[in-house]
């Protein structure tokens, strides 16, 4: 049975900040995974029906007010179990409040609070579906990224050509350098990387390309 054809994943543009909402699912079994629901939970749903999948588990990156609107909806509709690291607990509960003010966006309720915490090594599953949980903090203390069949879900921890902003409360460069050089630039070079905002890339093209890899290299080289 060839289990990387039975996966397949969606994404979705939502929000004012132009949030990547990822959708996997196992075609035989039906069941999928949402990533980072970040606002306009029903065109989430029309998503998961036009791929003939259920949500069976909300998995988020970090709890940035941009990743987590659409939670409460995509779990009301579904049931399914919202998983966020720990540390990030305090900014899900709290972080949402003044950006919505800020942008005076029309959100009369907050995400909901975790079902389960998730943490590095877990294993995110559905039937006929993983994925490995890798701990990537730098972006917030609590930020994580999920890898499945040649597939990292990177949150806001590895865009194309630039990385995840470290100005925001919580927020460490030197940490999430460190995130992204120890653990992701393990994984093969070919893994196709799907972040939180803007287009994908690949892990070979950021080692190549990624200009803060770049500078990383220098420093560490600089410091030896």
């Not at 998961?48 to 940035?64: L, Y």
């Not at 939180?196 to 080289?221: C, S």
Request: with cysteine.
């Amino acid at each position: 049975m060839d289990v990387v054809n039975e996966i397949m994943v969606k994404g979705i543009v939502v929000g004012v900040f132009a949030e990547n909402c990822w959708i996997i699912g196992n075609r035989r079994t039906g069941e999928a995974i949402c990533i980072d629901p970040g606002d306009q939970p029903n065109e989430v749903m029309d998503l998961a029906k036009d791929m003939g999948v259920n949500i069976k588990i909300i998995a988020n990156s970090h709890a940035h007010v941009d990743h987590v609107l659409g939670v409460r909806g995509v779990q009301e509709a579904t049931n399914a179990r919202f998983l966020l690291h720990k540390a990030d607990l305090g900014l899900l509960q709290n972080g949402w409040k003044d950006t919505v003010k800020r942008f005076n966006l029309d959100v009369q309720e907050g995400p909901p609070d975790p079902d389960n915490y998730v943490t590095g090594g877990n294993i995110v599953e559905v039937e006929g579906l993983r994925l490995e949980a890798i701990e990537t903090p730098g972006h917030t203390p609590g930020s994580m990224s999920y890898y499945t069949e040649g597939l990292l879900f990177s949150g806001d921890t590895l865009f194309k050509g630039s990385i995840g902003r470290t100005d925001l409360p919580g927020g460490d460069y030197e940490e999430e350098m460190r995130s992204i050089n120890t653990m992701l630039t393990k994984l093969p070079d070919e893994t196709v990387v799907l972040p939180g905002h803007m287009a994908e890339t690949t892990i070979a093209d950021e080692k190549a390309n990624n200009p803060f890899f770049q500078d990383w290299k220098k420093k560490q080289i600089s410091n030896h």
